[in-house]
Nanobody
Framework: QVQLVESGGGLVQAGGSLRLSCAAS????????MGWFRQAPGKEREFVAA????????YYADSVKGRFTISRDNAKNTVYLQMNSLKPEDTAVYYC????????????????WGQGTQVTVSS
């Protein structure tokens, strides 16, 4: 069982930056690949980024590639999402999630989810 708590969301102007954090409970955090997802009002939840358990591999949605960076610190049971050059279309509730599925990079079959943190980008 993994419990996830996101933080770091807020209101920022277009072109600005935010760093989201996701703190995980449990001693097995390092066994899970971690992902970030987002859901904008009236839209389906979409994959944003993911990172392997070892942090060696990362994968990004095309819409955030080059602007967002996912990272993790297994000693602190925390995964991060650094978001730069934010755009109004990045406005959404951002969720972190954990999976033990080998196809973690496909954004599917994530087992554990946080409650989300709101990111609002003003134009």
């Amino acid at each position: 069982q993994v419990q996830l708590v996101e933080s770091g969301g807020g209101l920022v102007q277009a072109g600005g930056s935010l760093r989201l954090s996701c703190a995980a409970s449990g001693r097995t955090f390092s066994r899970y690949a971690m992902g970030w997802f987002r859901q904008a009002p009236g839209k389906e939840r979409e994959f944003v980024a993911a990172i392997s358990w070892s942090a060696i591999s990362t994968y990004y949605a095309d819409s955030v590639k080059g602007r967002f960076t996912i990272s993790r610190d297994n000693a602190k049971n925390t995964v991060y999402l650094q978001m730069n050059s934010l755009k109004p279309e990045d406005t959404a509730v951002y969720y972190c999630a954990a999976t033990s599925d080998s196809a973690w990079f496909r954004g599917k079959n994530y087992d554990y989810w946080g409650q989300g943190t709101q990111v609002t980008v003003s134009s």
